[in-house]
């Protein structure tokens, strides 16, 4: 296996992004984005830091962003499991992106920009749901958005039939993962209604 690695030479195996790959960004929430935005509940979220790269599912009851204006966007950091990853790294290096999607749609909404972490209690209060409020916000400052080519969710019927048969359960893994130390059907057993509970 020999590596690419001239850009030039990677380049020429491709040719040149036809023209309305190039017209589709803008650097601003515009109206449509905007509607688009409001329908998108779920997002990987895609930070950089100094152990490496991150991808964090980001999802809610409702947007999974919310506009501040039309240059900045808000993500509450609801209960998850302490690790933090996504955190740290946008503390030490802010570059994010945002991939959002909307179930049944092949579109994939691109946005990229830097990010910083608060504790403002102005911000959190924005969000509160049943009398909770998220531990921190994230803070997006745009620097593009555009929609993505939808073939990926194409090839892979990313909407279409359930393919969970067989399916190694989240008990499995840990267990595979702790030498058996942990895991297994009690802990699939009890993590749906743990989960439930600590949502937000």
Known sequence: MTPITKVDDL???????????IKKVVYEITPLVRTWLGKSRFCILSTV????????PR???????????????????????????????????GRISLACLVPGSVTVLRIN??????????LRDRFAHNGKTPTTVIVISIAEIFTQCGRAPLRSDLWGADQTEGLPTVGDLLAEASNF???GKDYDAAWMARAKETLW
Request: charged share 25%; proline share 6%; hydrophobic share 30%.
């Open 11 to 21: 380049k020429a195996l491709y040719g040149e992004p036809v023209s309305a790959a």
């Open 113 to 122: 920009g830097t990010a910083v972490v608060t504790a403002d209690q102005g």
């Open 181 to 183: 130390e942990e895991g």
């Open 49 to 56: 830091g100094p152990e490496g790269t991150d991808g964090s």
């Open 59 to 93: 999802g809610d009851q409702g947007p999974v962003v919310t506009e501040l204006d039309k240059h900045t966007l808000l993500m509450p950091d609801w209960r998850g499991n302490n690790r933090l990853d996504t955190l740290l790294n946008i503390v030490r290096d």
